[in-house]
T-cell receptor
């Protein structure tokens, strides 16, 4: 049981390049999330998808777009990367919309550097 | 609106001594609360969760936390620290309302264990 799988694990981009971070979960969860982690700031929510077909902005959505391709997959796209987007990105999933008492399961993270 | 404040960014204890990591929360509704641990260059692992059942919650690896509504606190404790406990710890709050189940993270507490 793989859980939440993120690809790639590491990436270096030049300023202005675009890329898509992929996330897939095999637990039949409805809700999926993208976070970024920066030193001293904890994890901040970029976008989330409460269920297939819906997406909503989180705390720091600027410069990002998302696609909930199907129930399993939730991708994060950087259209024009900036050095301020250098961070570690985590994808997470939870069983169902409204399941506030359930924990989130996290991927291993993508370490992105924009030069 | 919901928020979490982790009162210490860094805590150092000697091996074999008690651990206390402090967390205060703010939530408009009765919250669910979680503690996650992140070891260096790893993903996040759930330590324990509070979901309005028992106020004293036991987690993995000997950790426990007590929910105190009057103090809006959810402090994490362990009677005796082990070297393997060195990691970063995140307190997390989730709303209870349907459609309001975003996870909000604290800024983290880095725990150092002194041999």
């Amino acid at each position: 049981n793989a859980g939440v799988t993120q690809t790639p694990k590491f990436q270096v981009l030049k300023t202005g390049q675009s890329m898509t971070l992929q996330c897939a979960q095999d637990m039949n969860h409805n809700s999926m999330y993208w976070y970024r982690q920066d030193p001293g700031m904890g994890l901040r929510l970029i976008y989330y998808s409460a269920s297939e077909g819906t997406t909503d902005k989180g705390e720091v959505p600027n410069g990002y777009n998302v696609s909930r391709l199907n129930k399993r997959e939730f991708s994060l796209r950087l259209e024009s990367a900036a050095p301020s987007q250098t961070s570690v990105y985590f994808c997470a999933s939870r069983p169902r919309q409204g399941a506030a008492d359930t924990e989130a399961f996290f991927g291993q993270g993508t370490r992105l550097t924009v030069v | 609106a919901q928020s979490v404040t982790q009162l210490d960014s860094h805590v150092s204890v000697s091996e074999g001594t008690p651990v206390l990591l402090r967390c205060n929360y703010s939530s408009s509704y009765s919250p669910s609360l979680f503690w996650y641990v992140q070891h260096p260059n790893k993903g996040l692992q759930l330590l324990l969760k509070y979901t309005s059942a028992a106020t004293l919650v036991k987690g993995i690896n000997g950790f426990e936390a007590e929910f105190k509504k009057s103090e809006t606190s959810f402090h994490l404790t362990k009677p005796s620290a082990h070297m393997s406990d060195a990691a970063e710890y995140f307190c997390v709050v989730s709303g209870q309302n349907f459609g309001n189940e975003k996870l909000t993270f604290g800024t983290g507490t880095r725990l150092t264990i002194i041999p």
